[in-house]
């Protein structure tokens, strides 16, 4: 806390004023409407709604279409959170290892998370293409017939991939900033110690960057679930299909183009409360790496 | 990783029947000009209202008003909650905290009826102002005003500056590199929108070109030659200004994104 202040009374009041009504308006309200449909049934024809209770959130979790949807949702993220963290902490080894060229490395890397996630969708469909892809043709020497956009597997394959491939640069910053700050009497020591690199990496370095691992999984996981959702419009144009989607995609689908308010802002709230058992997981985690150091 | 890059554009100066055909090469044709004038000049769509121009002129405006305006209302509230005691300051403190938590792709369809209740669709307040409607940048600012030394107030209370005097005359010009930062990473995030887009503007004249991507793979299907050339040009030019600028400041976005969202 800062030991001088001011003591101006009305000054702060009209400096938070555009901040606090922006809010209210466009957060407060939708979240308090949202809460609040979830518990009524809209007629879709706009005429009036009833309430019904937790009837719309019985209907979700009976609903095979959403389970369906909830599992890929569970899958997709674990899967798009495993190899980006796994495949930037690589390259932030790598890159930390080159005195000179990490630089490079991350202007290489850093275009990349620049890049708007609906485009990252384009470029998917490009290289996917049926016909002539680059990475159908890869697949194809395996004897794998990609189908993207008709095939539930490869659909979900091309969507993991795009969305490992846009994440990477934003954990292999943390990690590489991470590594970068390990004091240097750490890492002669543990040269002297210990000869093989891998265990090196194991005993010293992994411990060390765990919290910014712990960090990394939370952003992870939040990006996964919600900001893939252009590059899954994109790639799904329209024509969903069989095809799969995520939950922020299905919240969407039901209420924009389904009309269905009540199951849409039932959905909204479970997510909500997903994120706020993720952010509060956050905030433990965070408040304990406080604590060491 | 530029590899995707390289395909477009190689992509984007052959004939589109020969990409129909044969896919990307490594031979560069001549189509690039005729490609590049209709991207820019042609129009996208029925309405004829939109063309690469103006949806790169709107994503300009969605970008930069977006960044601006977070700044400023970001700046003012983190100055009152940091540096004036105030019950009020503790209650504004959690009130924005709490939006830290709900992003905007979960409480979507309720904000949408709200900006159209006030009327506001298809306008580029209804674009930009709820989009800035959370707190990340207020915390940015709020920690690194935590950080600058108490001696600064005290001195400017001796030479007698006021609260207002000392927020511009000082701690404004001292936040310099850190409003940059804080500039870059909205910008990219402006520029970078497409749910709220894609649902609050329905005028394609206020289309930007992020939203009308979907709109140009649309572009790609059907029964005419697909037109890769253009499309892909689009791709290229709605990846342009915010992959240059965040490549040009990277340092400063490396340490406005490692050190704010500690």
Redesign the interface.
């Known amino acids: 806390m ?8 009305w ?3 009209l ?2 004023l ?3 009504s ?2 209210a ?3 407060y ?3 308090f ?2 809460l609040r ?1 979830s518990f009524y049934l809209e007629d879709p024809f706009g005429f009036g709604s009833t309430f019904v209770g937790l009837e719309n959130y019985l209907r979700l979790f009976r609903s095979d279409e959403y389970l369906k949807t909830a599992w890929f949702t569970v899958v997709f993220s674990v899967l798009v959170t495993f190899f980006s963290l796994a495949i930037a902490l690589l390259l932030a080894v790598k890159a930390d290892g080159v005195i000179r060229g990490a630089k490079t490395y ?14 990252a ?3 998917t ?3 996917f ?1 049926q ?4 990475l159908t043709e890869f697949f194809a020497l395996f004897g794998w017939d990609f189908r993207v956009r008709l095939d539930y597997f490869d659909t979900a394959f091309a969507m993991i991939v795009a969305s490992v491939w846009k994440q990477i640069p ?1 954990n292999f ?2 990690f590489l ?1 991470g590594l970068q700050s390990i004091p240097r009497a750490i890492r002669e020591a543990s040269m002297i110690d210990c000869k093989s690199g891998l265990r090196r990496f194991f005993t010293v370095t992994f411990p060390l960057l765990a919290p910014t691992g712990f ?1 990394l999984l939370i ?1 992870n996981i ?1 990006y996964s679930l ?1 900001d893939t ?2 590059m899954i ?2 790639i799904l ?2 024509n969903v299909g069989d095809n799969p989607i995520t939950l ?1 995609y299905k ?2 689908l039901d ?2 183009r389904g009309q269905d ?1 009540g199951g ?2 039932a959905q ?1 709230v479970v ?2 409360v997903l ?2 058992i993720l ?1 509060l997981f956050q905030f433990r985690l ?1 408040e304990r790496r406080i604590h060491y150091s | 990783m530029m590899a995707p890059i390289a395909m477009l554009l190689q992509m984007s100066t052959v004939p589109d029947a020969e990409i129909m055909q044969h896919g990307p090469s490594l031979s560069i044709g001549n189509q690039f000009g005729p490609n590049f004038e209709k991207a820019m000049f042609g129009s996208m769509s029925f309405s004829g209202s939109n063309s690469g121009l103006t949806m790169f002129m709107n994503s300009l405006i969605l970008g930069v008003g977006f960044a601006i305006g977070k700044i400023v209302i970001s700046l003012c509230a983190a100055y009152a909650i940091v540096y004036f005691r105030l019950r009020l300051a503790t209650l504004a403190f959690w009130l924005i905290f709490t939006t830290l938590l709900l992003p905007l792709e979960v409480r979507i369809v309720p904000s949408y009826e709200v900006t159209q209740k006030l009327g506001l669709l298809n306008t580029y307040t209804g674009l930009i102002v709820p989009l800035i409607a959370s707190a990340t940048a207020t915390f940015f600012f709020r920690q690194f005003f935590m950080s600058v030394p108490d001696e600064l107030v005290e001195a400017a209370r001796i030479d007698g500056a006021g609260p207002v005097k000392f927020f511009i005359d000082i701690l404004v010009p001292l936040s310099r590199t850190m409003i940059a930062a804080i500039f870059i990473i909205m910008f990219v995030y402006g520029w970078n929108q497409y749910l709220w887009p894609t649902m609050i503007v329905t005028d394609e004249s206020k289309f930007t070109l992020v939203q009308g991507i979907k709109q140009i793979t649309q572009g790609l299907e059907g029964n005419h030659i697909p037109e890769f050339g253009r499309s892909n040009l689009l791709a290229i030019l709605a990846i342009l200004p915010p992959v240059a600028i965040v490549i040009f400041f990277q340092g400063w976005f490396v340490k406005g994104l490692t050190e704010s969202d500690k």
Not at chain 1, 2 to 9: E, G, H, M, N, S
Not at chain 1, 108 to 118: D, I, R, S, T
Not at chain 1, 131 to 134: A, L
């Open positions: 800062k030991r001088a202040v001011f003591t101006t009374r000054l702060p009041i400096l938070l555009p901040q606090l922006i809010i308006l466009f957060f309200w939708p979240a409407q949202a449909s991350r202007t290489l890397l850093m275009w990349v998370y620049a890049v708007a996630p609906p485009v969708g384009f470029i469909l490009i290289v293409n016909r002539w892809g680059p934003v910053i943390f900033s960090f952003i939040t919600f959702f252009g419009d994109t144009r329209n922020v919240v969407y209420g924009f308010i849409s802002s909204s997510l909500m994120v706020l952010t965070v």
